[in-house]
């Protein structure tokens, strides 16, 4: 039986709606790789790698390309942030659902990645997230899941 599409919720229907079709996107802190599915499986991006620091999430992403039967499309790597990434293989880079600290630290080992359309959705230190990291977005938005708001910021790189 064909599986059934994955669906986002608002928070990463949000990131996933200022990918853009032509980008290469590295998804750091994959997790589940709900986003690398949902962008996989409907076309939305031209490739999609999803990393993770940790064996247990990577595990689990790999739980959820299987069950999209989307084996050998979506590579996962272990590694904190871009760490060993060559800059050249990416247009577009999402870090959602960590810490505000946690994604900044990430950016700071890999300040290669400000050159690329960066999506982020900080959990925490949200309101200074911006100035804290020294740029302006080209747009912030916001998405609602029932009474939990979450602020998805998007940088303008080179690409
Ligand atoms: C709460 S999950 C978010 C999953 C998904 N991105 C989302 O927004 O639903 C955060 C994930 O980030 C991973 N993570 C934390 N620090 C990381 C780092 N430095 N590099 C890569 N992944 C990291 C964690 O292991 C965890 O799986």
Do not use: N
């Not at 986002?8 to 997790?31: E, K, N, Q, W």
């Not at 949902?38 to 999803?50: D, F």
């Amino acid at each position: 039986m064909t599986p059934r599409p994955l669906c986002l919720t608002p928070r990463l229907l949000a990131v996933a709606s200022f990918i853009r079709p032509t980008d290469r996107v590295l998804d750091i802190g994959a997790d589940h790789a709900r986003l690398p599915v949902y962008l996989t499986e409907r076309g939305l991006c031209a490739a999609v790698t999803a990393t993770d620091i940790a064996e247990g999430p990577l595990a689990r992403a790999a739980r959820t390309i299987r069950a999209h039967r989307l084996e050998g499309r979506i590579p996962l790597l272990l590694r904190d942030g871009a760490e060993g990434l060559d800059p050249a293989d990416y247009d577009a880079v999402t870090i959602a659902g960590m810490g505000g600290d946690a994604i900044l630290s990430i950016l700071k080992k890999s300040p290669w990645l400000w050159d690329k359309r960066l999506i982020l959705q900080p959990q925490t230190r949200v309101r200074d997230f911006a100035d804290r990291a020294g740029r302006t977005p080209a747009w912030q938005v916001t998405a609602s899941e029932g009474r939990r708001q979450y602020t998805i910021f998007v940088f303008e790189g080179a690409v």
